[in-house]
Every structure is written in C-alpha cells, then in structure tokens.
C-alpha cells in the first residue's frame, strides 16, 4: 500500500554540520511530495514541496531531490544550526485521486552548540 | 492573518467521557483537514471537509469518532466514550481548496488529549 517512511527517529548534530534525512516513498505513480517542520508548540509548518519528478525543492537553506528512480525525497542541509533544531516530516500526496497528504513518522533534529 | 485557530490547548478527560475539539480554519480558506499525532505514528489523517462538506474520512476510526462543519467559519472533532489510546495531539490544518491534497496546509497548533 501507499507509504512515508521515515527510518530516522531521531537526529543530534553540532552547529556547522551536514544534515541529512531520509525520506522514501512507496505509491504508484509519481506523488507531489513535500517536507514541513514543526518546532516545538507549533503546528507543522511547509518546508518545501516538489511536483515534478527529478525535480530540486529548497527553501531556508533545506534542500531534497525528488528521485523517482529511488523514490525518495531526503532533505538536506549543509550546515545546520541550532534554530533547526525541531521535528521534521516528509508526506505525499498520492496521484490521481490522493485528497490528502500522508505523513511520515517524523525524524528529530537536535542542533547542539 | 491569526492562522488556524484550535481550541482548547489541552483538555483532560476521564475514561467514557465525551471530548469535542474546536478549529476555526483561516478565512477564505474552503478545506479543512483533522489529523492526529502521535510519537508513534507520527501524523495521521483523519478526515477532509471541502465547502464544508465532507469529502473523505477514510481515516476516521468508524466508532466514537465523528466530525462536523456547520459553517465555514468552523469544524468540530467529537470523540464519544474517550479512551486512553485516544490520548493525542489533534491538529486541524486548511487549505485554500482549489487543488485538494497538493496544496500547503496551514496548521493550527493542535489540542493535546489526555484521557485518563
């Protein structure tokens, strides 16, 4: 059936770091797929969002490839800081007739100084 | 713009109580999504409203759980004889509702429910 998996619960990195998370997808057909952050006492707020296949989305410094030879969609970040430091999600939305988006599980970022 | 407003913050109730949880969506916006999140599960849908009518609940649980949009202006998530396992951060987001489920959602900052 249509899946996110995200394997990285959790995440500790140093300030400057290189971040990076791994989504992949399973669904037929190509999904647009999105990465939204949620700091703590929010409510998840949108990163990025890609529609086309092969396609780069970046925002705010995040970047994540829209692969659909692997079908994954894994953000990255070349040095990290501790304003980053929230939970991060990757979702989908199924083509054809997705209504909604399905989420991943959510991977952790903390950013230690 | 006050975003997506959810109300209350936190509600605690006891086993077999009833729980209804407020969401009033950002102005213009016609679709309105309820989700739950857990540790565990991370973010799961529960169900959609577009123009107020419900679209796809395909992730409501079939007993206990119900939802509404009288108006435009708000949606209700009821959930009848709560149980532990019902225990969740429930977030409403919108959506401007012109292209379904791949435009940006807007979410509010969610009811944490405790049931004890």
């Known amino acids: 059936g249509d899946s996110v998996i995200q394997m990285q619960g959790q995440v500790t990195l140093s300030e400057n770091d290189f971040l990076f998370i791994n989504c992949t997808y399973s669904t037929t057909g190509y999904p647009t797929l999105f990465w939204y952050v949620q700091y703590s006492g929010e409510g998840p707020q949108l990163l990025l969002q890609?529609?086309?296949?092969?396609n780069k989305g970046s925002s705010r410094g995040f970047e994540a490839t829209y692969d659909k030879g692997t079908t994954s969609f894994h953000l990255q970040k070349t040095s990290v800081q501790e304003i980053d430091s929230a939970v991060y999600y990757c979702?989908?939305?199924?083509?054809?007739?997705?209504?909604?988006?399905?989420f991943g599980t959510g991977t952790k970022l903390q950013v230690v100084p | 713009n006050a975003g997506v407003i959810q109300t209350p913050r936190h509600k605690v109730t006891g086993k077999g109580q009833e729980a209804t949880l407020w969401c009033e969506p950002i102005?213009?916006?016609?679709?309105v999504f309820w989700y739950r999140q857990t540790i565990v599960q991370g973010l799961e849908f529960l169900t959609y409203f577009r123009n107020q009518a419900p679209i796809d609940d395909s992730g409501m649980p079939k007993e206990r759980f119900s939802a509404q949009m009288p108006n435009q202006s708000h949606s209700t998530l009821k959930i009848q004889s709560t149980q532990p396992q019902d225990s969740a951060v429930y977030l409403c987001?919108?959506?401007?509702?012109?292209?379904?489920?791949?435009?940006?959602?807007?979410f509010g900052s969610g009811t944490r429910l405790t049931v004890l």
């Open positions: 979702a989908m939305r199924e083509p054809n007739s997705g209504t909604y988006q399905r």
């Open positions: 890609v529609t086309t296949a092969n």
């Open positions: 102005s213009g916006h016609s679709a």
């Open positions: 987001a919108s959506s401007l509702g012109h292209w379904g489920g791949s435009e940006t959602l807007y």
